[in-house]
């Protein structure tokens, strides 16, 4: 009777697991080196990946619908292979391919893209009736939590994280990245223009 019971039970959580996601791959970062849209300065690797398909922002930031509201997330993944550590001042631009420059939106910033609708004007006094308040589609921990937070990039070390921008992704945009300094000496280091791959 044990024994029936326990298959029971192990066939409804084989069941119940996937559809609430648990046995989805957890996101994470590989080092610079293996992406495709990268850039080498002496010791340091830069490599930037549009998340631009809707299959990709589900498996970064789960429900977050960034593409709907026209956000494209950009992972920045920096690998220092040197021997002195990098001190990060992160300045990261989108550039379209006519040259336009466009900042990258603060992570804390981008739930508010979602505007709510404008309220209907109505004549006649109503009563206040309780309205259940929709969810902010933007509104994820993965969005802050998975943003580029890092200020330092030790010897041997690789840092990652997502820079959002509210631009559609097109052929021949590139990602300035800037604000590279030696901790030690201080002294401002190279930037990074990296070609994003076309989709």
């Not at 989108?94 to 466009?102: C, E, L, M, P, S």
């Not at 009563?127 to 041997?156: D, I, Q, Y």
């Amino acid at each position: 009777m044990k024994t029936v019971l326990s298959r029971s039970v192990l066939t409804a959580l084989l069941v119940i697991i996937p559809a609430f996601g648990l046995d989805k791959e957890p996101f994470k970062a590989g080092r610079a080196e293996t992406y495709t849209a990268k850039s080498v300065q002496g010791k340091v690797t830069v490599a930037v990946a549009p998340y631009g398909r809707p299959d990709q922002i589900r498996q970064a930031f789960g429900k977050a619908d960034l593409d709907k509201y026209g956000v494209l997330p950009v992972l920045v993944v920096i690998d220092n292979n040197g021997s002195t550590t990098i001190k990060l001042d992160l300045i990261a631009e989108y550039i379209t391919a006519d040259g336009k420059h466009v900042e990258a939106i603060p992570a804390d910033e981008v739930m508010y893209l979602n505007t709510p609708k404008r309220p209907k004007m109505v004549d006649t006094p109503r009563f206040p009736l309780p309205s259940r308040k929709s969810k902010n589609k933007l509104e994820a921990w993965e969005v802050t939590g998975r943003a580029f937070t890092a200020k330092m990039v030790p010897p041997g070390e690789s840092v990652s994280g997502f820079v959002y921008f509210q631009v559609p992704q097109e052929s021949g945009s590139r990602i300035y990245l800037n604000g590279f300094s030696d901790a030690n000496t201080r002294k401002d280091l190279f930037y990074f223009e990296i070609p994003l791959p076309s989709e």
